[in-house]
């Protein structure tokens, strides 16, 4: 015993008019059509609900019974399908992201920015947090997806390339390298360098002994955060190596920002997504125009006041 939902739309319509002829047009099909809706309904059911006569229809006590609940579900039913065409039209929808607090306060505010010019319905959620948790939260599902540096393969997610950068050289207005025309990283040797804790650094540190041995790269202070290394780079306690994303931030702290050669290390950042599992149609749209972003944005690094050392 299964109504269908044409039978209840015509049982409702008919409640709500109280004529076949109007429930007919309401519902823009004919009258006998809209009769033979309804003669379905009674047979499935096996009652009547509907009483007949030649000056007025009238619900039976059945009929009045299903009617608001015909109603609730179809009420349901009706918002569930606008909502889905919304968030399919772009109208509508919620994009959670994780990511670093680096690019969490460089990058990614560049890029929601100009997402929410072009879908102004769409709320984006973004995820500050430590670079060992981002795939914890895309493997949760507190996140549609997430955005970091290479890391160990991990199941069931995948990654997606977003950019490939290199190492720069961070340091303060009128320190010694800011005549430097080239900069090597054997000339970090000679000045306190303040690097980040965890595998940021291990990874760097591992790159580092394998390109070139003999380079004592040695910090003189770990923090947790690039936000600090830069303050206390503000500050004249040392220098530090970042990646050109956070250029916004450098240039906030008035700092000097340079690509680091002999060796060119590079690091990858990756779109983390959770494996076989479908993304809303907002947070597909998101992850396509961070691409594009990403494509088109100039990631040359700035030459602020160099000039050649005597």
């Not at 004919?30 to 009652?47: F, R």
């Not at 190492?167 to 690097?195: C, G, K, N």
């Not at 940021?200 to 955060?225: G, I, Q, W, Y």
Request: glycine content about 4%; hydrophobic content about 45%; aromatic content about 8%.
């Amino acid at each position: 015993m299964n109504p269908t939902l044409r039978q209840m739309r015509a049982l409702v319509a008919l409640a709500k008019t109280g004529s076949f002829t109007l429930a007919a047009a309401y519902l823009h099909v004919t009258q006998a059509a809209l009769s033979g809706l309804i003669k379905e309904l009674e047979l499935t059911l096996g009652v009547r609900v509907v009483d007949r006569s030649t000056r007025r229809v009238a619900l039976t006590e059945v009929g009045r019974e299903l009617t608001p609940l015909f109603s609730k579900m179809i009420d349901d039913l009706d918002g569930a399908l606008r909502d889905i065409a919304s968030q399919t039209r772009l109208k509508k929808g919620v994009v959670r992201i994780a990511a670093p607090q680096l690019m969490s306060c460089t990058l990614l505010p560049q890029v929601i920015a100009a997402y929410r010019k072009l879908y102004p319905e769409i709320q984006v959620r973004l995820v500050d947090c430590a670079v060992e948790n981002v795939t914890a939260r895309v493997f949760s599902g507190e996140v549609d997806c997430g955005i970091g540096p290479e890391r160990d393969p991990t199941a069931q997610i995948e990654a997606a390339v977003l950019f490939e950068m290199p190492f720069v050289l961070v340091f303060p207005q009128q320190h010694a390298l800011e005549r430097r025309e080239r900069v090597t990283w054997s000339d970090l040797a000679a000045h306190p360098f303040i690097s980040l804790q965890g595998q940021f650094t291990e990874r760097l540190l591992s790159d580092m002994h394998h390109s070139l041995r003999e380079v004592p790269l040695n910090p003189v202070n770990e923090v947790t955060f690039m936000t600090t290394a830069l303050a206390m780079v503000s500050a004249g306690l040392g220098v530090t190596v970042c990646l050109p994303y956070a250029e916004p931030l450098v240039r906030l702290h008035q700092l000097h920002m340079r690509q680091l050669h002999e060796p060119e290390l590079t690091r990858r950042f990756f779109v983390y997504t959770r494996d076989k599992r479908s993304l809303s149609p907002a947070a597909d749209s998101f992850i396509a125009f961070l691409f594009k972003f990403v494509e088109s944005h100039n990631w040359n690094i700035p030459l602020v006041n160099a000039q050649p050392a005597p």
